[in-house]
């Protein structure tokens, strides 16, 4: 046999192809994979080698006997805290939203701080330079819709939103209970990218994400009363500005803000 030579089309790509523990995945491989009612990012990854879940009904990733607060999951650079939805039984990641996905299950760079388990990196998408489009899609669990376009001169946007309509099943339930005056519960999220090119040596990108799980219950028989509230939820935003000096040489200056909050609210008896 003689000698093989294989060129690769991306050195970069291929180099992270071959580095051990590293899963590098497109969309397309995301909405492949089996799921439950709809494609779903952690779920999807829970089915690699090495990657366990608690039960069936978590989301969470238990990655070579890590626990889930030991992976650190970043979005367009930003880390989020507590990704999950319906107390961890879906991820926030909007499958709509998503480009790429790479996923460190140990010897992850030194870039990834903080971090004592693995790292899951995602990409939001960059959005259509070259014309409008707009893709959705309803599920058993929400209704989602994307879409992207063109900047004038030389960009792209995208927007993309999901949210769950659990909300008339669970009125039915109110409405069939004795005393339960209140009960209610969605989830939303909400993805924005701008990228844009404003010199031919400057680019700047701006990346957002929003997304609340807001649950209500409320019981009222005779005189006594009990309310129970909850709203938790991710906030975060990327501003990266590369510069080109020269053809071997660019600096890069990127602003993140990330914040999640908890609020939890009870009423016993008008207290």
């Known amino acids: ?143 989602r819709l994307m879409t992207e376009g063109p900047i004038i001169g030389d960009g792209s946007w995208m927007v993309a939103g999901r949210r769950t309509y659990i909300d008339p099943v669970v009125k039915a339930i109110r409405g069939a209970s004795e005393g339960l005056s209140g009960l209610g519960y969605h989830f939303f999220d909400l993805n924005g990218k701008v990228n844009t090119q404003l010199t031919p040596n400057d680019n700047l990108m701006i990346s957002a994400y929003g997304g609340d799980d807001d649950l209500d219950v409320a019981y009222n028989s005779g005189p006594d009363s009990l309310a129970f509230g909850m709203l938790w939820g991710n906030r975060a935003l990327t501003g990266r500005l590369t510069h080109v000096f020269s053809p071997t040489l660019f600096g890069r200056l990127i602003a993140i803000y990330s914040k999640y909050e908890s609020n939890i609210g009870i009423d016993i008896f008008d207290t």
């Open 1 to 143: 046999m003689g000698e093989v030579v294989v060129t690769a089309a991306n050195p970069a790509a291929d180099e992270l192809r071959h580095q051990p523990s590293v899963v590098s995945m497109k969309v397309k491989s995301l909405q492949q994979m089996p799921a439950m009612g709809e494609p779903d990012l952690l779920r999807s990854l829970q089915l690699l080698p090495g990657v366990q879940s608690s039960s069936d009904y978590s989301s969470g990733l238990y990655v070579r006997g890590g626990g889930p607060d030991q992976t650190g999951i970043l979005l367009d650079q930003i880390r989020l805290y507590n990704p999950s939805h319906a107390f961890g039984l879906f991820s926030t990641f909007n499958p709509d939203a998503i480009k790429d996905v790479t996923f460190y299950k140990g010897a992850y760079p030194a870039r990834y701080g903080g971090s004592l388990g693995a790292v899951l990196d995602v990409q939001n998408r960059d959005g259509n330079r070259r014309e409008f489009h707009t893709s959705g899609g309803v599920s058993l669990i929400s209704s």
